[in-house]
C-alpha cells in the first residue's frame, strides 16, 4: 500500500537520496578518502574559563521534555490528518488533485460522499487518539501538547543563548558546509570517522542536522500551523499564501512530520552506533564516562514517554470533557483577543475568479418529513423562527429574508478535517437580522438550530458569540455562487461565519434563537459536536 501510495515520488526520492550517495562513491573512487575523522566545524564549546563544557541540566531535560511533547504532537497530528487523508497544493481540494492520499477510496461520482464518508480509521497505536472521526479530541491533544512542544523550544533556545553554547547549533562560517559534505561522504561510503567527543563539539553534518531541526524545521512547522487558522487567515490573507494557501501550509507541515521522522531514525540509529553507553551518559547524566547507569536510566526515560502514548489515550476516551476544558482553558487568551479585536476581523480578498470547480459537502442530509414536505413545494412552506432573547420574534419566509437585503462575499472555507474551498455566498447579513429582531442586552449567545441531524442523532445545532455574528462576513446564505443554496450546501438557508471553523456554520437552518448563555441548550456545551464529539466552542485555530 504504502509503496502504491508512492509510486509518483519514488523518482523524487531516488533523486534526493541516491544522487548524493552515488556523487560520495564517485568522489571516493576518484580521488580517495581524506582523512579518517570527521570534520568538524571548528567550534567546541567552552567556558569562560576555557574548560570544555558538556550538557547542562537545562539541555538534557529540556532534550527529554521536548521528546516528551513532539510525540505527542505527531501522534496527535496523524489523527488529525487521517480526518481528511488527502494532501493537495491547491485551496479546492478536488478529489483526484491531491498529490498524495492516505486512503485508497477513489471519490464516488455518482453519489453523495461527503467528507465525513471519507475520513479514515487510524490505529491507536500510531495515532492519538486513534479509531475514527476524531478530530476534536486529536485537535485538544495537538494544541495542549503544543504549548508544551513550544514552551520547552523557547526555553531552550533562551539558555542556548544565555549560556553562550550556541555556537553548538549555529554555523559561524560557511566552511560548514564544505565540512558537512566531507563527513557525509564518510558515511556514505562506510568509512565511519572518528567522531569528535559529542559531549563538547559536534561533527559538521551532525552540527547541520541539529540546526536544522531547531531553527528550522521547528519554526516552520509552529509557522504552517498558524496558516491552517480560520481567523488568522482571514484577517491575513497574504499570510498563508507564503506557504502556497491553507493548502500548501497543510502540506508542508506534513512534510515537515516527516522531516521529524527522518531526523529521529538517523539520530537514534547514530546514538546506538557510536557509543550508545558514552551518548547515553551525555545526556542523561552529564557525563562523560562509559558507565551503564545512563543508558538504563535513559530506556526508563523512553518507557514513561510510550506510557504517555497509552495514558494519553485512555483519557482521551474516559474523560473526553477534561481534555477538552484544559484544551479550552489554555487557548482561551488568544480567543479572546481574537474575538475582540477589530484586527482580526474578516478581510479576505478572494474573486469570481478564485471559485473552487469543486466544494465537498459534509454532514447528513436531513430526511424527515417537514424537510421532503419543505422540498416537495420548493421552500414555499419554509419559515425561519427568530426567537428567544429579543424584543420582536418573527417568523421569516424565504421571499421576507430576501426582502431584507443582499450582503455576498467570496471566501475560503475551512474544515476542522482539513479540506477546503472558496464559494462565493450571498444572503443577508447576521447584521440586518439583528436590528429585525432587536435581541434584548440580556442576550450574549446565538444559536441555530438545524432540519438535519448530527453525526449521531439529536438536533444539529452550534452557537455564537454576539461579538462574532456582528462582524463583517457573517451572513444567513441563501445563495453559493450565484445559484440558490443547493441542497446538499445548506438549502433553503444556512451560516457563513469566516473567522472560524465550517462545522459552526449550521446547513437548513430551521431556528435562532438568542440566548444568554449556551449551558442552557443541547448538553450545554455550545453545538452537537462540541457536545457529541469534543470539538472547541470557538475554533478561531
Ligand atoms: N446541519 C448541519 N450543518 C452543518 C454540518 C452538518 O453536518 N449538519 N456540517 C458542518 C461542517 S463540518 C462543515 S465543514 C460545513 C460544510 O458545508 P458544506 O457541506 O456546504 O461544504 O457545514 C457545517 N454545517
Ligand atoms: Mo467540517
Known amino acids: ?112 460522499w461527503t467528507a465525513k464518508d471519507d475520513a479514515r480509521y487510524i490505529s491507536p497505536l500510531i495515532a492519538l487518539p486513534g479509531y475514527r472521526h476524531t478530530p476534536g479530541m486529536g485537535r485538544s491533544w495537538h494544541f495542549i501538547s503544543d504549548y508544551g512542544f513550544i514552551a520547552v523550544g523557547v526555553i531552550y ?65 509552529i509557522l504552517t500551523g498558524i496558516a491552517m487558522s480560520p481567523a488568522i487567515d482571514n484577517a491575513f ?12 501550509a497543510r502540506s508542508i507541515h506534513f512534510l ?41 536510566l535513559g530506556i526508563a526515560g523512553l518507557a514513561i514517554v510510550v506510557a504517555s502514548w497509552i495514558v494519553a489515550h485512555v483519557v482521551a476516551w474516559r474523560y473526553p470533557r477534561m481534555i477538552q476544558r484544559l484544551h479550552t482553558m489554555l487557548i482561551l487568551p488568544l480567543e479572546r483577543v481574537m474575538r475582540t479585536s477589530a484586527r482580526f476581523n474578516p478581510a479576505e480578498r478572494y474573486t469570481r475568479a478564485d471559485l473552487s470547480p ?28 427568530v426567537g428567544g432573547l429579543v424584543e420582536s420574534p418573527r417568523d421569516l419566509s424565504l421571499a421576507q ?60 445545532y452550534d452557537t455564537q458569540r454576539l461579538e462574532d455574528v456582528v462582524k463583517p462576513e457573517c451572513l444567513l446564505a441563501y445563495e453559493m455562487n450565484d445559484a440558490p443554496l443547493p441542497q446538499v450546501h445548506g438549502a433553503p438557508i444556512r451560516l457563513r461565519v469566516e473567522n472560524q471553523l465550517g462545522f459552526k456554520m449550521v446547513k437548513w437552518i430551521r431556528e435562532i434563537r438568542f440566548l444568554e448563555s449556551e449551558k442552557t441548550i443541547g448538553e450545554g456545551h455550545g453545538g452537537v459536536n462540541e457536545d457529541q464529539e469534543y470539538f472547541d466552542l470557538l475554533p478561531y485555530i
Open 256 to 296: 515537515l512530520l516527516c522531516g521529524y521522522v527522518a531526523f529521529t531514525i538517523v539520530h537514534v540509529s547514530l546514538v546506538f552506533s557510536t557509543g550508545v553507553q558514552r551518548n547515553f551518559n551525555h545526556i542523561v547524566l552529564g557525563t562523560d564516562d562509559t558507565r551503564s547507569l545512563g543508558l538504563v
Open 401 to 460: 429574508i430576501r426582502e431584507l437585503g443582499h450582503d455576498e462575499h467570496v471566501s475560503l472555507h475551512h474544515c476542522i478535517q482539513g479540506w477546503s474551498g472558496i464559494a462565493q455566498w450571498g444572503g443577508i447579513s447576521m447584521g440586518r437580522l439583528i436590528a429585525l429582531v432587536k435581541p434584548l442586552p440580556s442576550a450574549r449567545v446565538v444559536a441555530f438550530f438545524s432540519t438535519g441531524e448530527g453525526t449521531f442523532g439529536g438536533v444539529y
Open 358 to 385: 469543486y466544494f465537498w459537502a459534509n454532514g447528513k442530509m436531513p430526511d424527515s418529513d417537514e424537510w421532503n414536505r419543505l422540498v416537495a413545494d420548493d421552500f414555499r412552506g419554509y419559515r425561519l423562527r
Open 1 to 112: 500500500m504504502v509503496v502504491i501510495l508512492l509510486r509518483p515520488y519514488i523518482i523524487w526520492l531516488v533523486i534526493v537520496v541516491a544522487v548524493p550517495i552515488l556523487l560520495a562513491w564517485l568522489q571516493v573512487l576518484v580521488f580517495g578518502i581524506h582523512s579518517a575523522s570527521a570534520p568538524v566545524s571548528g567550534i567546541i564549546a567552552s567556558a569562560p574559563n576555557g574548560e570544555p563544557r558538556g550538557f547542562p541540566v537545562w539541555i538534557r531535560w529540556s532534550h527529554f521534555a521536548n521528546l516528551f511533547f513532539l510525540f505527542l504532537v505527531m501522534r496527535s497530528g496523524l489523527s488529525i490528518l487521517m480526518d481528511h487523508p488527502r494532501l493537495y497544493w491547491n485551496n479546492d481540494c478536488t478529489p483526484g488533485t491531491e498529490w498524495v492520499r492516505f486512503t485508497p477510496i477513489d471519490v464516488p461520482k455518482d453519489r453523495l
Open 237 to 248: 490573507p497574504w499570510y498563508p499564501r507564503i506557504f502556497g494557501g491553507r493548502q500548501g
Open 157 to 221: 533556545v533562551g539558555m542556548l543563548f544565555i549560556s553562550g553554547q550556541w555556537p553548538r547549533l549555529i554555523p559561524t562560517s560557511w566552511a560548514i558546509v564544505p565540512y558537512a559534505w566531507e563527513t557525509f561522504v564518510h558515511y556514505a561510503t562506510f568509512h565511519f570517522p572518528a567522531e569528535p567527543d559529542g559531549y563538547y563539539a559536534y561533527n559538521a553534518l551532525q552540527q547541520l542536522a541539529y540546526f536544522g531541526v531547531v531553527f528550522v524545521l521547528a519554526p516552520l512547522s
